[in-house]
Structures are given as structure tokens and as C-alpha cells.
């Protein structure tokens, strides 16, 4: 059976010690001057301020390289009428997996062709960061099939852990792949926002 082509984003999944994803995150504030949607699934990175009670400020304008805060689980809603994501430029609250050890799956694009499981414990990077849906509010990013590398510089957007385990995945054409954030602000030497 045939992987179906159908980006979510980043899914949490379990921690790199094998401990199952409980549903932890953190809130942070997205300021209405943010022009970039954010949608779950998505990747988020230090916005540089916080809102008037603390809470850091996040954007969703991530691009290859950046270091990131971590992976949109929720955005809060205002009224009973709000966006299911964080439409451009309206100030809200995200709910963000945040944690540096955390495993997400993630499908591949297959551009240029689909990995194979050699591409595994290289790193990769994504794309269609500030894209998605408006209609399920999930994030359209992939992992670029054609940048897997074993010898990356260190500042790819992930590490390919193995295969996601589920019957309707296989290793071939969009599938979808465990990862882990390659980039990440909470780890040692992080130079701050």
C-alpha cells in the first residue's frame, strides 16, 4: 500500500528515552504585530520580548537554521468563534512542545526522490515552514527529501531517528519519519533571542 501524501507537520511522539509523549507544553504569547500564520504542527522561535505578565513572545517566521522554541500543540482561543490557528497578525496564546528530548514524526516531501532507511541518524531540513491549512489548522511542513545529508554543518533542522511505527506507513514515497529538532533554544550554548 501506497503512503498517502497528506502533511500534518510535527507530530509529538515520545522522548529519546523511549518514554511515551505526555501532552506537556508550555503557553507563549504570539503579539498581533506577528504578519506570519502559525498553525499546529508548526515550529515556533524566540520572538525577543514577552507580553505584559512575562510570558515570552514567540514567531512563527522560521526559516532553515533557526533555533527554535519548539512544535505548536495548540493555539488558545479568544472566543468560541476563533481560528483553530494563529491567523497572521492577531495576538494570541500557543501551546508549544518545548522540550529538547521530545521525538516528532514528521512526512517527507519525496522530492527528488523518497528517503531510505540509510537516511537514518543523518540530518535534514524542512520546508513549508509558515504554510498550512485553514480549514484543520495543522502545518504543511515536510522534511526536504533532497537535503538529508550524513555530513551536515550542524545547523539542519533535524535528526532522522528511524521510521514512525504504524501500519499505514512504509518506507517509500511520503512517509513519515521520527525526528528529532536538530536546533533547538533550550539546549546549552544557546545565544538567546
Known amino acids: 500500500m501506497a503512503n498517502a ?22 503557553r507563549y504569547y504570539v503579539p498581533s504585530g506577528d504578519g506570519t500564520a502559525i498553525y499546529v504542527g508548526g515550529l515556533v522561535k524566540p520572538g525577543g520580548t514577552a507580553d505584559a505578565n512575562g510570558v515570552m513572545s514567540v514567531t512563527g517566521n522560521v526559516a532553515t537554521g533557526n533555533p527554535v522554541v519548539g512544535v505548536v500543540v495548540a493555539v488558545e482561543p479568544v472566543t468560541r468563534d476563533s481560528t483553530i490557528h494563529r491567523a497572521a497578525s492577531t495576538e494570541r496564546y500557543v501551546w508549544v512542545a518545548d522540550d529538547p528530548n521530545l521525538l516528532f514524526k514528521v512526512q517527507e516531501d519525496s522530492v527528488g526522490g523518497a ?74 550554548g544557546s545565544a538567546g533571542a
Open 115 to 188: 528517503l531510505a532507511v540509510t537516511a537514518v541518524g543523518n540530518s535534514a531540513d524542512l520546508t513549508g515552514f509558515t504554510s498550512g491549512s485553514a480549514t484543520t489548522g495543522l502545518s504543511s511542513i515536510q522534511i526536504d527529501s533532497n537535503t538529508a545529508t550524513a555530513s551536515g554543518d550542524g545547523t539542519e533542522d533535524v535528526v532522522v531517528f528511524g521510521l514512525a511505527n504504524t501500519p499505514d506507513n512504509a518506507i517509500g514515497d511520503y512517509a513519515k519519519w521520527l525526528v528529532r529538532l536538530n536546533n533547538h533554544f533550550y539546549v546549552d
Open 5 to 26: 501524501n497528506a502533511p500534518t507537520g510535527l507530530s509529538p511522539v515520545r522522548y529519546l528515552s523511549g518514554a511515551p509523549y505526555n501532552g506537556a507544553c508550555n
